[in-house]
Every structure is written in structure tokens, then in C-alpha cells.
């Protein structure tokens, strides 16, 4: 059994940052891919950005990409993820997630933490 649990999200004026953290604990992740998915209201989770444990390959959605960047600690079994020139349409609730296979697919995912609100007011 794996736990997810983020932090770190809050309310941030268009334009500025923020670092999403999610620390996992139970068994081991070294073979698991990470991923981080994000919901707004009345629409569907939305693939952001995965990586692997191992190796730490990442593969970014098109939109995120060149703003946000995902990092792991191995060490302290952490992910992060860094939001900068956040925009009002990235406002939703972020969520951890780690998955046996590489997927962009959120079915693939088998454990979520329970999510973290961000809100990008303009």
C-alpha cells in the first residue's frame, strides 16, 4: 500500500509561483512512475507532468510545458512540482498519484494522495 499526501498549494496572483510537494510512504516506489493531475471544477482530471522514480525521466502535458517542473527526492521519497507564471485557468486541485506502468492516463494511476486547491486569481 502506498500513501500520497500533498501540500503546498494556496491562492496566488496570476503570473506567480508555487512548489507542490508530496511525500510518499508505505512500500517502495523505486519502480513506479509519479504522476501529478490536476481537476477544475465541472471538468475532467487533466494529465500535468509524470516521472519516473528510477532514472527520472518526465514527460510533461503541453500545456505545462516550459512553466512547470517536476523534480523527485529519492532520499526523502518526495516529489515536487514547480508552478511558475501561473495562469487563472491553472486554478483546480492538484493531485499526486503513482502508477505501476507509464501512463498520462489517470485509470493507470493506482494511488492518489487527496489533492492540494490551487487558485490563480487574475
Known amino acids: 500500500q502506498v500513501q500520497l499526501v500533498e501540500s503546498g498549494g494556496g491562492l496566488v496572483l496570476a503570473g506567480g509561483s508555487l512548489r507542490l510537494s508530496c511525500a510518499a510512504s508505505?512500500?517502495?516506489?523505486?519502480?513506479?512512475?509519479m504522476g501529478w493531475f490536476r481537476q477544475a471544477p465541472g471538468k475532467e482530471r487533466e494529465f500535468v507532468v509524470a516521472?519516473?522514480?528510477?532514472?527520472?525521466?518526465?514527460y510533461y502535458a503541453d500545456s505545462v510545458k516550459g512553466l512547470f517542473t517536476i523534480s523527485r527526492d529519492n532520499a526523502k521519497n518526495m516529489v515536487f512540482l514547480q508552478m511558475n507564471s501561473l495562469k487563472p485557468e491553472d486554478t483546480a486541485v492538484y493531485y499526486c498519484a503513482a502508477s505501476p506502468r507509464w501512463s498520462t492516463r489517470w485509470h493507470d494511476y493506482d494511488y492518489w494522495g487527496q489533492g492540494t486547491q490551487v487558485t490563480v486569481s487574475s
Open positions: 516521472i519516473r522514480w528510477r532514472g527520472g525521466s518526465t
Open positions: 508505505g512500500r517502495t516506489l523505486s519502480n513506479y512512475v
